[in-house]
């Protein structure tokens, strides 16, 4: 069960609890905030030893370390040492963007010795599997990525999915374009497949 889930059948969890203690509020009042969706508390179990932290708006506000590997610099040791860095700074999560060959050996070495929720990008490994090639990237993969990267312990993801085909162009009129790698990626991808990442009803296209 999810902590969206629990929220929304009432139910408090330990770590809703030791958020709430952590931020000195309401166990009931975050319950519910978390279930209206103004507030989320980023925890994998399987993240082990990891601190439950929520964001929000009735929340302290939180600071977020980018790290990781480039194709051509640093490794696994170099990530960790970055990742001390970041934690002894007082990061209160940090993000994995480890491109490259060897990514899942890096991201569980941060896993393993972060105490803080860890976020990913799954695009960027799924490009990386590709070699590149985005317009051939096939959606069932990146799905794959996203289901293996949780099953490892991620405990957060940054999905591109905030635009439509047809909104591409005026996007790309902006004085920056699309400066988000990875939405730069989805963007290609939509263009030249001719399909979009959006969600859909039942019955609806």
Same mark, same amino acid.
């Given at each position: 069960?999810?902590?969206?889930?629990?929220?929304?059948?009432?139910?408090?969890?330990?770590?809703?609890?030791?958020?709430?203690?952590?931020?000195?509020?309401?166990?009931?009042?975050?319950?519910?905030?978390?279930?209206?969706?103004?507030?989320?508390?980023?925890?994998?179990?399987?993240?082990?030893?990891?601190?439950?932290?929520?964001?929000?708006?009735?929340?302290?506000?939180?600071?977020? %370390?980018?790290? *990781?590997?480039?194709?051509?610099?640093?490794?696994? @040791?170099?990530?960790?040492?970055?990742?001390?860095? +970041?934690? !002894?700074?007082?990061?209160?999560?940090?993000?994995?963007?480890?491109?490259?060959?060897?990514?899942?050996?890096?991201?569980?070495?941060?896993?393993?010795?972060?105490?803080?929720?860890?976020?990913?990008?799954?695009?960027?490994?799924?490009?990386?599997?590709?070699?590149?090639?985005?317009?051939?990237?096939?959606?069932?993969?990146?799905?794959?990525?996203?289901?293996?990267? %949780?099953?490892? *312990?991620?405990?957060?993801?940054?999905?591109?999915? @905030?635009?439509?085909?047809?909104?591409?162009?005026? +996007?790309? !009129?902006?004085?920056?374009?699309?400066?988000?790698?990875?939405?730069?990626?989805?963007?290609?991808?939509?263009?030249?497949?001719?399909?979009?990442?959006?969600?859909?009803?039942?019955?609806?296209?």
């Amino acid at each position: 069960m999810t902590q969206l889930e629990a929220a929304r059948k009432g139910i408090i969890t330990e770590a809703a609890a030791a958020v709430a203690a952590e931020e000195r509020i309401d166990a009931a009042a975050l319950r519910d905030a978390v279930a209206r969706g103004t507030a989320v508390i980023p925890f994998n179990p399987a993240h082990a030893n990891c601190r439950p932290v929520g964001v929000g708006r009735m929340l302290s506000t939180k600071i977020n %370390a980018n790290l *990781g590997r480039s194709v051509t610099h640093s490794g696994k @040791g170099d990530e960790l040492e970055k990742l001390d860095v +970041a934690l !002894k700074a007082g990061a209160d999560f940090v993000m994995d963007l480890s491109v490259g060959a060897d990514v899942k050996s890096i991201r569980q070495g941060m896993l393993d010795a972060s105490p803080k929720p860890l976020g990913t990008v799954p695009v960027y490994e799924t490009v990386s599997r590709l070699k590149g090639d985005i317009p051939a990237m096939d959606p069932a993969l990146l799905l794959g990525v996203i289901k293996e990267q %949780a099953e490892q *312990g991620v405990d957060f993801m940054t999905l591109h999915a @905030g635009l439509l085909r047809r909104q591409i162009p005026e +996007a790309m !009129k902006r004085k920056m374009g699309i400066v988000s790698r990875g939405g730069a990626i989805m963007a290609e991808w939509m263009m030249e497949s001719g399909r979009e990442t959006r969600c859909t009803s039942a019955g609806t296209k």
